[in-house]
């Protein structure tokens, strides 16, 4: 019996999986990445296509890569080897397995220092140490944090140090009562900043960059960054949903709670946005100025509400949590493998592999300072491995998903598990064809290989 099997538990209920998949889906890809991506790329018309790519490929695959789980019952790598032995297929699919694995411990080498960001803003705002007397006091504070090795190390370490403890200790109740309350929590914190920022006076120019498309702006590699986030925000492509879809008893539809999960990522980065660009707008800002975006305008918009210093503190404490979530589920393939295949501990599994993504974050902090002029191919070391991971093994894993379970699955078991009724034919034709095409049309497009 693998360990897997024995730490076999299911989800107390729909709402329980949905809270869990919420948890890896919401994170910092939608509060911190979705807005400067969308900055960095145009507006409007990026995020249509980012739109386009959640509607069309990230919801039907999110169903292929639930029913995997459910249907394989494993860690990500031994469900695949399991499902192509029932199907009579090679047992190299588990490689896509071993993309999971190496893609979440790269996202989370960078996500840990984009965190400790946060976690630094949490205590700057808290403790009233921030100064935010204009635009170019926080920009000054922002590029203070960004030159200072030290320091994100500090937060960098901290933060890795809270996801072994948790992950040390099992994905345990807790963190599923937590989120209960956090999601909720940050989901209300966003529409305060909504509401101040439909106040301001860079709301209309705010709102038509984020919402009236110009295709002039888009390029090949933008198109990419927005399939690419598609992946990301969703968390796709990597078998975090596998392994979640893998703890969904069998009455629970796919279908519904994947749209309801999707759904909820999406409006998160909407209303995301919706906060940051009049902000920018409103204070001469550069919407393009990159993953400094939220942290250098959304202390201008505390600084101008009653109570700013205590709704900028609670903020923070969310980003914090959304972003632990996400670590947890970046992380969590890496243990299984580790504690299934090499025998360690839950404990042990959890150190080595959180100590292996600290090690890599080191890099990402040295990416804005020491090293910013330091090229890897062509990019800095933090846009290296965020390009490699979310626009290239999300994709590439997520086409995989499509073609075991659109081709090589049995249709009956498909249908079986998915239950969609008249729909399933739809689910079938964009699984089958028009998800992987699209994904591989872009992914060469984007590289320029075609
Ligand atoms: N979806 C998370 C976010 O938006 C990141 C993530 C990626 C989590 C892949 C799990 C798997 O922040």
Redesign the pocket.
């Known amino acids: 019996m693998t360990t897997s099997e024995k730490v076999h538990g299911q989800w107390s209920s729909r709402l329980a999986f949905i809270i869990a998949a919420s948890g890896?889906?919401?994170?910092?890809?939608?509060i911190w990445?979705f807005p400067y991506l969308v900055g960095e790329n145009g507006g409007g018309a990026f995020v249509l296509v980012y739109l386009a790519c959640v509607a069309i490929i990230g919801l039907p695959l999110m169903m292929a890569e639930t029913l995997l789980g459910r249907r394989g019952r494993q860690s990500p790598i031994n469900t695949m080897a399991k499902l192509a032995r029932a199907a009579g297929s090679h047992p190299a699919w588990r490689f896509v397995g071993w993309i999971g694995v190496l893609a979440?411990f790269l996202?989370l080498s960078y996500?840990s220092v984009i965190a400790g960001w946060s976690m630094a803003y949490l205590f700057k705002v808290g403790g009233g140490f921030l100064e935010v007397g204009s635009a170019e006091a926080t920009q000054r504070a922002f590029i203070d944090l960004k030159s200072a090795p030290d320091v994100q190390m500090v937060w960098h370490s901290l933060f890795m140090a809270a996801t072994i403890l948790i992950v040390s200790r099992g994905v345990s109740k807790g963190i599923e009562k937590v989120t209960r309350i956090m999601m909720p929590g940050l989901l209300l914190m966003l529409i305060i900043l909504d509401v101040y920022a439909a106040g301001t006076s860079g709301f209309s120019e705010g709102m038509s960059f984020l919402f009236k498309p110009d295709f002039a702006k888009l390029s090949a590699e933008s198109l990419l960054i927005a399939m690419g986030q598609a992946f990301?925000?969703?968390?796709l492509g990597?078998g975090?949903i596998m392994v979640y879809g893998s703890y969904l008893p069998d009455h629970v539809s796919i279908a519904r709670s994947s749209l309801i999960v999707a759904g909820l990522d999406t409006a998160v980065a909407l209303l995301a946005g919706i906060a940051i660009f009049p902000v920018v707008f409103s204070n001469n800002l550069q919407p393009g100025m990159g993953p400094g975006l939220i942290f250098e305008t959304l202390p201008l918009a505390f600084m101008h509400m009653p109570g700013g210093a205590l709704f900028g503190t609670i903020f923070f404490v969310l980003v914090f949590f959304a972003?632990i979530t996400?670590a947890i589920?970046?992380i969590e393939p890496a243990v299984a493998w580790l504690s299934e295949n090499k025998g360690f501990d839950r404990v042990t599994a959890s150190i080595y592999a959180g100590a292996g993504c600290w090690l890599l974050g080191v890099g990402t902090v040295l990416s804005f300072n020491v090293w910013a002029e330091k090229s890897f191919f062509g990019k800095t070391f933090f846009d290296a491995i965020d390009f490699l991971t979310a626009d290239i093994l999300?994709p590439v894993g997520g086409i995989l998903v499509a073609i075991f379970a659109g081709w090589i699955m049995k249709r009956s078991e498909s249908a079986e598990e998915l239950e969609l009724g008249g729909l399933y034919p739809y689910w079938l034709l964009l699984t089958r064809f028009v998800a992987p095409a699209a994904v591989a049309i872009i992914l060469l497009h984007g590289l320029g290989l075609f």
């Open positions: 890896s889906a919401i994170g910092l890809g939608n990445k979440g996202i996500y990301f925000s969703l968390g990597m975090s972003a996400s589920a970046l999300l």
